[in-house]
C-alpha cells in the first residue's frame, strides 16, 4: 500500500479511486502528464476537478516537448498526404502548441 500524502490545503489523501482506459486514452494520458510537468495523481484531480493545469517550464518538461515533438515530427513524415491524420496525432499536437504559447507567456 502506498504512503499517505497531504494536499495542498493539508488534507490527507486516503481515498483511492480507479478507472479502467483503452491502451489508446492511456497512451494520450501520458502524453499530457509528461507535457504537464504535474504527477499523474495530481493531473487527473486537477483535470476531474475542472481546475487549470498551469505548466512551469523545467528540464523534464522540455524534455518531454522535445521528445514529444520529435515523435509528430515522425509520424508527419510516414504521412504521404494531409488527410491520413488521425484524432489522437491531432489532440498531440493541439496540446503541444498549447503548452509551448503557455510557455511563451512566462
Known sequence: MS????????RWRNKTVAFR?????DEQ???AVRLSG???Q???TRRLLNRDIVVQGNPRVYKAL???????LGELRRM???GG???????TIRLITVTLDGMKED
Open 3 to 10: 504512503a499517505k500524502n497531504l494536499d495542498n490545503h493539508n
Open 66 to 72: 522535445r521528445d514529444q515533438l520529435a515523435a509528430v
Open 85 to 91: 491524420v488521425d484524432d489522437e496525432l491531432l489532440a
Open 38 to 40: 504535474l504527477t499523474k
Open 42 to 44: 495530481d493531473y487527473i
Open 29 to 31: 494520458l501520458e502524453i
Open 80 to 82: 504521404e498526404t494531409g
Open 21 to 25: 482506459v483503452s491502451p489508446e486514452e
